[in-house]
């Protein structure tokens, strides 16, 4: 299986990356003095951001349109674009 080797080597390296931006993160928390506390607040204002264009479907109340254009922008699966899109629903 040809592909999947490729898969599992694109994934392993998101997987380095990832490790990799989180210690970073970590490390310019701890040089600008932010706490765990502060820095949980900071993660969860922020979060994934919902492109402008899903907004608008979503303000236009065509949310299935919206996780479609979601899935579109970000590569996301099925789940995490309705979970995504969700939790801006909630937001609002």
Same mark, same amino acid.
């Given at each position: 299986?040809?592909?999947?080797?490729?898969? &599992?080597?694109?994934? #392993?390296? =998101?997987?380095?990356?990832?490790?990799?931006?989180?210690?970073? @993160?970590? /490390?310019?928390?701890? !040089?600008? &003095?932010?706490?765990? #506390?502060? =820095?949980?607040?900071?993660?969860?204002?922020?979060?994934?951001? @919902?492109? /402008?264009?899903?907004? !608008?479907?979503?303000?236009?109340?065509?949310?299935?349109?919206?996780?479609?254009?979601?899935?579109?922008?970000?590569?996301?699966?099925?789940?995490?674009?309705?979970?995504?899109?969700?939790?801006?629903?909630?937001?609002?």
């Amino acid at each position: 299986m040809f592909g999947n080797s490729q898969l &599992w080597t694109r994934i #392993a390296t =998101l997987e380095e990356r990832n490790r990799a931006l989180e210690s970073l @993160v970590q /490390e310019l928390a701890h !040089r600008s &003095w932010i706490g765990e #506390a502060e =820095l949980l607040q900071l993660r969860s204002e922020i979060g994934p951001q @919902v492109p /402008e264009e899903c907004r !608008r479907l979503v303000a236009e109340d065509k949310v299935i349109q919206a996780i479609k254009v979601y899935r579109e922008r970000t590569g996301a699966g099925l789940r995490e674009a309705k979970e995504a899109i969700d939790r801006y629903r909630a937001s609002l």
